[in-house]
């Protein structure tokens, strides 16, 4: 069998944290008297925190100070974090962890390739952090999807060629960054959306293990 590198982003992907980034999004927006909804935070998928604030604002039209912008990143992960405290693996997305121990047995080389910059503890929490042989996150890299460079770093860890190396993403800059790293994209979510991936489900309960055995040959 060959060896293909597996690379997971992490929000909307593994776990559900999307929830609790608009929670915590929504609290600032409140604050500002901007209105937040959740087709609002669909323009935040796979950006970074500084990037989301300034959209955010833009909404709203409220300028700020650089002061007032750094204090709200703080209060903003503060929130998020405060909400992750009691994260444990009921919050893994429904089919996840089949696919993830498939790979395992098969001895398929795993990474993380994702924004966040708590994906550690997020993967410790949900009892998961054993499974990646890596970890990329927003702790590692200078540039945002789509800019190709976390999904190319996960590669190069792995020590697996970016031809052999296939993304699993649920954002339209995801999906981008690994088409533009020449992976195979598999987009997770609505095909309207994410109809530059290669493949498409709509979650991980769809994907077959015979299919990801295919990728695999």
């Known amino acids: 069998?060959?060896?293909?590198?597996?690379?997971?982003?992490?929000?909307?992907?593994?776990?559900?944290t999307a929830k609790y980034h608009y929670l915590a999004w929504?609290?600032?927006?409140?604050?500002?008297?901007?209105?937040?909804?959740?087709?609002?935070?669909?323009?935040?998928?796979?950006?970074?925190?500084?990037?989301s604030l300034d959209i955010i604002?833009?909404?709203?039209?409220?300028?700020?100070?650089?002061?007032?912008?750094?204090?709200?990143?703080?209060?903003?992960?503060?929130?998020?974090?405060?909400?992750?405290?009691?994260?444990?693996?009921?919050?893994?997305?429904?089919?996840?962890?089949?696919i993830l121990k498939f790979l395992k047995e098969n001895n398929q080389p795993i990474a993380l390739g994702s924004a966040s910059k708590n994906a550690r503890p997020i993967l410790e929490k949900t009892g998961l952090l054993s499974y990646f042989e890596a970890v990329v996150d927003g702790n590692d890299v200078t540039n945002a999807k789509p800019d190709p460079e976390v999904f190319l770093m996960a590669a190069k860890l792995l020590n697996i060629?970016?031809?052999?190396?296939?993304?699993?993403?649920?954002?339209?800059?995801?999906?981008?960054?690994?088409?533009?790293?020449?992976?195979?994209?598999?987009?997770?979510g609505e095909a309207s959306t994410l109809h530059e991936a290669k493949y498409i489900f709509k979650d991980f309960s769809e994907i077959e293990t015979s299919f990801i055995a295919n990728l695999i040959k």
């Open 57 to 98: 604002l833009e909404l709203g039209k409220v300028t700020a100070s650089q002061e007032d912008k750094d204090r709200w990143l703080v209060q903003k992960n503060e929130d998020y974090l405060s909400y992750l405290v009691d994260m444990d693996a009921s919050e893994i997305l429904p089919g996840v962890f089949e």
């Open 161 to 188: 060629t970016p031809e052999n190396s296939i993304v699993f993403e649920d954002s339209v800059a995801g999906v981008q960054a690994a088409n533009i790293g020449r992976m195979t994209s598999i987009g997770i």
């Open 26 to 51: 929504q609290k600032i927006a409140a604050e500002l008297n901007i209105e937040f909804t959740h087709e609002h935070n669909e323009l935040l998928k796979g950006v970074s925190r500084v990037r």
């Open 1 to 16: 069998m060959n060896t293909k590198a597996f690379i997971f982003d992490l929000d909307g992907v593994i776990v559900d």
